[in-house]
C-alpha cells in the first residue's frame, strides 16, 4: 500500500504542499503527520521521499530561496546588484508564514552554493579575497534574513508608541518621521549602511563597485 501510494507522491508535490500548509498553521504546528493528513496519505508513504521533518524543513527552505529570474540585477556597481539581490531575498521570506524563521538553521542546498559561488568570483575578481567575500556575502545574507524575523515577529503587533508627556522627544520625533524599526526605511537604510561598508573592502573601492 506504501509503496503504491508513494508512487502517486514527488517531492515538488510535497513541498510545495508543505509550504502552503505552513501558511495556513505556521512553523511550530507544522509536522510530516499534519502533512500527510493534508496530501492524503500515510505518514510512512513521506519517508519515500524524505527522510524525516528535518530533511522536510531543508528542502522547504531551499525552495523558499530558491533563485529566480532577477530583472534590474545584471549591470550596474557591485552595490546597486548586492541591494537588488538583498531585497529579493527579503521578498521570499515575506511571501510565506514564518519565512525567516523557516530559513534560519537550515542547510541550504545546491543552488544557494552555486549562487554563493558566483557572488564569490564577483568580488574576488574585484580584488577581494575568498575568506573576505563569503563572510560579506554571509553578512548581508544574516542580516536580511534577521530583519525579517523581527519583521514578521512584529505583524500585527500594535507599535509601542511612548505616551506624548514630553520624556522622548527624539524617539517620538524618530518614529514619526521614519515609521516603524521594521519598516521600509529602516530595512534599506540598514542595507544601504552594511553594502556602503563591505565595499570598502574592496582594493579599489569606486573601480570594484563595477
Known amino acids: 500500500m506504501a509503496e503504491r501510494v508513494a508512487g502517486r507522491l514527488d517531492r515538488e508535490l510535497i513541498v510545495r504542499t508543505a509550504l502552503d500548509l505552513l501558511d495556513e498553521i505556521g512553523l511550530d504546528a507544522l509536522s510530516t503527520r499534519k502533512l500527510a493528513e493534508r496530501l492524503g496519505v500515510q505518514s510512512p508513504a513521506l519517508y519515500w521521499h524524505v527522510r524525516g521533518k528535518p530533511e522536510l524543513l531543508d528542502l522547504m527552505a531551499q525552495e523558499l530561496l530558491?533563485?529566480?529570474?532577477q530583472p534590474g540585477?545584471?549591470?550596474?556597481?557591485?552595490s546597486e546588484r548586492a541591494r537588488e539581490?538583498?531585497?529579493?531575498?527579503?521578498?521570499?521570506?515575506?511571501?510565506?508564514?514564518?519565512?525567516?524563521?523557516?530559513?534560519?538553521?537550515?542547510?541550504p542546498g545546491p543552488d544557494a552554493a552555486r549562487e554563493a559561488e558566483a557572488g564569490i568570483a564577483e568580488l574576488v575578481a574585484a580584488g577581494m579575497d575568498p575568506a573576505t567575500a563569503l563572510h560579506s556575502l554571509v553578512a548581508i545574507g544574516h542580516f536580511v534574513t534577521g530583519f525579517v524575523l523581527e519583521e514578521q515577529a512584529a505583524a500585527g503587533r500594535?507599535?509601542?508608541v511612548p505616551a506624548d508627556t514630553g520624556d522622548f522627544p527624539l524617539l517620538q520625533a524618530a518614529l514619526a518621521a521614519g515609521g516603524p524599526p521594521e519598516g521600509n526605511r529602516a530595512f534599506e537604510h540598514g542595507l544601504g549602511a552594511l553594502i556602503d561598508g563591505l565595499a570598502r573592502h574592496l582594493p579599489n573601492h569606486e573601480e570594484g563597485q563595477r
Open 73 to 78: 540585477v545584471a549591470g550596474g556597481t557591485w
Open 66 to 69: 530558491r533563485p529566480g529570474p
Open 158 to 160: 500594535e507599535l509601542p
Open 85 to 107: 539581490v538583498a531585497r529579493e531575498r527579503r521578498r521570499r521570506l515575506l511571501s510565506r508564514r514564518d519565512g525567516a524563521r523557516l530559513v534560519a538553521g537550515t542547510r
